[in-house]
């Protein structure tokens, strides 16, 4: 009687296969979802809690636009509190009035009209934040601080995917 052979190499590699399969039932697959946005190094600084809501912060020139989105699933978040500061033309981002914050539509966009972002020690940037605190709850706090391009740049767009608590 004839045995039918199969190589030890094939058979090795039939079984790790098998073992790494999602489908085999033996690992978790896992979903390719929206990762949450980290929150970025200064971000935070001159941050003031609870800055009032606004239509533009001081005579404007300079367009800040995002959207907010959450993590996972990517679904965009209406009614999101953010606020934004900076170094500008009008006044330091220590500044009370270089603050403003503003809610997300209904398709998780914002906006801000503020005055132009102006170089604070050697970069112009500005910064954004959601806070868990002063927004709405069951997401994680994220503070961003990106930098223009080119000082020269008249508007700034960012994303935030916020990671529910």
Request: avoid cysteine.
């Amino acid at each position: 009687m004839t045995t039918p052979s199969i190589a030890r190499r094939t058979m090795l590699a039939t079984g790790a296969a098998a073992l790494l399969t999602p489908t085999a039932g033996l690992l978790p697959a896992t979903a390719a979802g929206v990762k949450p946005t980290p929150t970025m190094r200064g971000g935070a600084n001159n941050y003031r809690p609870g800055a009032p809501i606004v239509d533009r912060i001081g005579r404007g020139g300079f367009l800040m636009t995002g959207s907010v989105r959450r993590a996972g699933d990517g679904a965009p978040l209406p009614g999101m509190r953010i606020q934004m500061w900076a170094h500008t033309t009008e006044g330091h981002e220590r500044d009370q009035s270089s603050h403003g914050a503003t809610l997300t539509d209904a398709n998780g966009t914002f906006q801000m009209d503020m005055p132009q972002i102006v170089p604070a020690f050697g970069q112009a940037h500005g910064h954004l934040g959601y806070d868990n605190e002063y927004g709405t709850a069951g997401f994680q706090t994220v503070f961003l601080r990106p930098l223009l391009r080119k000082s020269s740049d008249t508007t700034l767009h960012v994303e935030f995917v916020l990671q529910p608590v």
